[in-house]
């Protein structure tokens, strides 16, 4: 075991920005790089186990039902506490005042600082990418005047905001308010990856996404198959429910086709880590199963889009191949990692 990381590896003016695919594994694996932990995102994505799926009616995000492709926001943050020993400080605040100051003080002491923001007030996202989605993270690493030093992951550089701007941004109300959310780590006891953990963090993956619960893994898949499946062609909500299946995918984060790349990277550097080159292959099935995501989702917005005729029926039936496939895949894979 390495000794405890010093809280503060590297100044925060000494901090670097690397572009990512996702927002919450990009924060993670770029806070733990400053902190001398050298990790990749698909790495990080794959050891905290993020990937899942969940089909969850009685959620509701603008009045239709909750889709998602990953883990809860902070199973990231919280996956990682074990495989390196970290111990985070994680604070909410009842005031914007309150959270600034707090913000304020800790970027004087020179610290990287992770933030849960809504990105509807972030005014550095053009406004055709704005929407009411509270848990999208980032780091601040700086001030200056009035502006923060803000390293987003998935912008290629890194950005400002304005004070005000940035108060909105992570006191904003509704489904998965941030209440100010800032963390940091205050300790790391590992800067390596243990072969087993990432064998572990395997098995624990593909227990969810064969979950006995038809809400979740592929289970959830199928629920969500016959939910689409009992939709008119013509029904006036049919397209709104199937684009919002589609913008969860797509939009929200890096959905369905993009998570799956993630972890088809991270098998890959499983393979070696753990030196078991059987996982390598199962990298390319993945990617297969990501690309078969994107044609889910390109063919039902052909059909949103009335290039081609809306059939519900067709969409489902997508789906189910999917839920076949993934559920196939994580059984051989749990076998793989055993």
């Known amino acids: 075991m390495n000794a405890p990381a010093p809280l503060i590896a590297q100044t925060a003016a000494q901090f670097e920005h690397q572009h990512a695919a996702h927002c919450e594994s990009g924060v993670m694996a770029n806070l733990l790089r400053h ?19 969940a089909y969850l009616p009685f959620i509701k995000l603008g009045g239709l039902p909750l889709v998602a492709y990953r883990m809860p926001p902070k199973a990231i943050i919280k996956g990682l506490q074990k495989p390196f020993g970290i111990s985070f400080r994680f604070e909410t605040f009842r005031s914007p005042e309150a959270g600034q100051q707090r913000l304020d003080a800790l970027l004087r002491e020179q610290r990287v600082v992770g933030l849960q923001t809504s990105v509807y007030w972030l005014p550095y996202f053009p406004e055709d990418m704005r929407f009411h989605f509270n848990a999208h993270n980032l780091l601040v ?35 998965l308010a941030p209440k100010g959310l800032l963390y940091y780590p205050q300790s790391i006891a590992r800067t390596d990856v243990a072969s087993e953990d990432v064998l572990k963090a ?4 593909a227990r969810i996404m064969r979950a006995p619960i038809p809400l979740f893994g592929a289970p959830g898949m199928r629920t969500l198959a016959r939910a689409i499946e009992r939709l008119k062609p013509e029904g006036k909500d049919t397209g709104h429910f ?35 080159p059987a996982l390598a292959g ?24 009335g290039r081609d005729p809306m059939q519900p029926r067709a969409i489902g039936a997508l789906l189910r191949k999917q839920a076949d496939a993934e559920s196939l895949f994580f059984r051989d894979l749990s076998k793989a990692a055993s």
Not at 147 to 166: F, H, K, N, Q, W
Not at 202 to 205: A, C, G, V
Request: negative net charge; charged residues 25%; hydrophobic residues 45%.
């Open 141 to 175: 690493y700086g001030k200056d005047g009035d502006e923060y030093l803000i390293s987003d992951p998935v912008g290629e550089d890194p950005v400002r905001c304005a004070t005000a701007d940035m108060n909105r941004a992570r006191f904003a109300k509704g489904v």
């Open 35 to 53: 902190h001398g932990v050298h990790v990749s995102e698909p790495l990080v994505f794959g050891l905290s186990s993020a990937l899942s799926f």
């Open 242 to 276: 199937i684009g919002h299946v589609v913008r969860m995918q797509e939009e929200i984060g890096t959905g369905g086709g993009g998570f799956r790349f993630l972890y088809s990277a991270f098998l890959q550097e499983a393979a070696e880590i753990t030196q078991r």
């Open 282 to 305: 199962f990298a390319e099935q993945m990617l297969a199963i990501g690309d078969d995501w994107r044609a889910f989702a390109l063919a039902s917005a052909r059909m949103l889009r």
């Open 202 to 205: 395997i098995r624990k993956t």
